[in-house]
């Protein structure tokens, strides 16, 4: 199956250089890249909230190139956190982004109280984030198994369903749920909700081999975006292995 495949940049990577660094992306054979923008809302301040406005100013003049943009959530608050969704939302749509993916806050230190906390906030954001998802033409994919909440892709499934928008979903992010069960299992389970798969190779190891990770996708009919984390020949093997 032909899916496209995409580098994540990592957040040291200036917004000034994101354009130079989706180009070399693209020349190398991949389809475009994740840009991550950091956590959202940022703090308080005029200078916190120009550099986020030129981060949305950058990529919203990227016509093309970006399969992915992530953000975290640096709110427990439903309201707050859509505000600054809409806003890249609004930006994503510009760089034709195929999908949005959003990491809310753990649950304990920092974050939510309780795991009921996180997943009502979960709930919340898909179903405020859905109509603004829909209009832009951009996904909004909650990324799993992380910061010890939504840790089940049964409950995941149910999130979502409750929102009933083809424009909300997951973004699954195979290292951490490989650490929580199968990977397998939640492909099967999330199918058309996952928007997102992303997978890192660190210190020359994949979590899952990328023709197995290839397998899993073809038998639930994903299509992409893969993102990949990485450098070298073995990313590029990988992107040859994926898109098969």
Partial sequence: MKRSVGIFIERGVASDGWARAAEDVLSAGFDGVELTLGPLPEADGDACAGASDKKLTALARLDGGVVAVAIR???????????????????????????????????????????????????????????????????????????????????????????????????????????????????????ARVHCVRMACVDGVWPVAPEALRLCLDDVGFGGPVVLGGSGPAVADARRQLTG
């Fill in 73 to 191: 959530c640096a709110t427990t608050d439903v309201e707050a956190a859509m505000a600054r969704v809409n806003a890249v939302l609004g930006a994503a749509g510009s760089a034709k982004a195929r999908s949005l993916n959003v990491m809310i806050p753990p649950v304990g230190s920092g974050g939510f109280a309780g795991y009921q906390d996180a997943l009502n906030f979960a709930c919340g954001l898909m179903r405020e984030g859905r109509y603004a998802a829909e209009v832009g033409g951009v996904p909004l994919a909650v990324e799993v198994a992380c910061g010890g909440c939504l840790l089940s892709p049964v409950e995941l499934r149910e999130i979502v369903d409750k929102a009933n928008s083809w424009a909300v979903g997951a973004c699954v992010e195979v290292g951490r749920v490989c650490e929580v069960g199968d990977l397998g299992d939640w492909l099967d389970t999330l199918r």
